[in-house]
């Protein structure tokens, strides 16, 4: 089956600074990439995501990149805000829609 | 649109208990699953539907079932409750569109089994 690679699993920045977590998956089926920002107490909720004929993806301070032939993708968080602090997952998804996720990254942003 | 609701929010629960736990949503997706959530970890899929009447087993199914016959509910059902299964639940659902879509997530069933 699927497995995914999500690093670092804490990551502490000072606002304004920009933050990056990187996932790696092993299985080159996975075709649709999705990062979820979950605060605490809640669901997790999708930020971003990118389609495997597709190599970088931009929202405003948000981009996702994705490497298919290293099986990796990355999260770029620019010009980070104390508000961005939450817990980071990353998801590697397949043709029927079943989704593994990494292990989470927590976002710290320092005022 | 109320999104995707789980009920309860919080449940104990003693060892060898049976509870269901439930989940709908109102935005006629077809493909809907369970995970659960321990600390540190990701989450890990339990079980999930690609439709009415059809479902199929995920990373972590033993312990638990599930039945799909409305589009709008999905429940998954605790057997025999074990210190294991403590964690915290979450229902998912989304439009299947030839290649995964975003998952809307409930807000959770925190589940605690002495």
């Known amino acids: 089956g699927e497995n995914v690679e999500q690093h670092p699993s804490t990551l502490s920045v000072q606002e304004g600074d920009s933050a990056v977590i990187k996932c790696t998956y092993s299985d080159s089926a996975s075709n649709y990439f999705p990062w979820y920002k979950q605060e605490l107490g809640k669901g997790p909720q999708l930020i971003i995501d990118?389609?495997?004929?597709?190599g970088e993806k931009k929202d405003q301070r948000i981009a996702v990149t994705l490497n298919k032939t290293a099986k990796h993708f990355s999260l770029h968080i620019t010009e980070t805000q104390p508000e961005d602090s939450a817990v980071y997952f990353c998801?590697?998804?397949?043709?029927?829609?079943?989704?593994?996720f990494g292990d989470g990254t927590t976002l710290t942003v320092k005022p | 649109n109320a999104g995707v609701t789980q009920t309860p929010k919080f449940q104990v629960l003693k060892t060898g208990q049976s509870m269901t736990l439930q989940c709908a949503q109102d935005?006629?997706?077809?493909?809907m699953s369970w995970y659960r959530q321990d600390p540190g970890m990701g989450l890990r899929l339990i079980h999930y539907?690609?439709?009415?009447?059809?479902?199929d087993q995920g990373e972590v199914p033993n312990g638990y079932n599930v039945s799909r016959s409305t589009t709008e509910d999905f429940p998954l059902r605790l057997l025999s409750a074990a210190p294991s299964q403590t964690s915290v639940y979450f229902c998912?659902?989304?439009?299947?569109?030839?290649?995964?879509?975003?998952?809307?997530f409930g807000p959770g069933t925190r589940l605690t089994v002495l």
């Open positions: 998912a659902s989304s439009s299947v569109a030839g290649g995964g879509d975003e998952q809307f």
């Open positions: 990118i389609r495997s004929n597709v």
């Open positions: 539907s690609v439709g009415a009447g059809i479902t």
């Open positions: 998801a590697a998804t397949d043709n029927a829609g079943k989704s593994t």
């Open positions: 935005m006629n997706h077809e493909y």
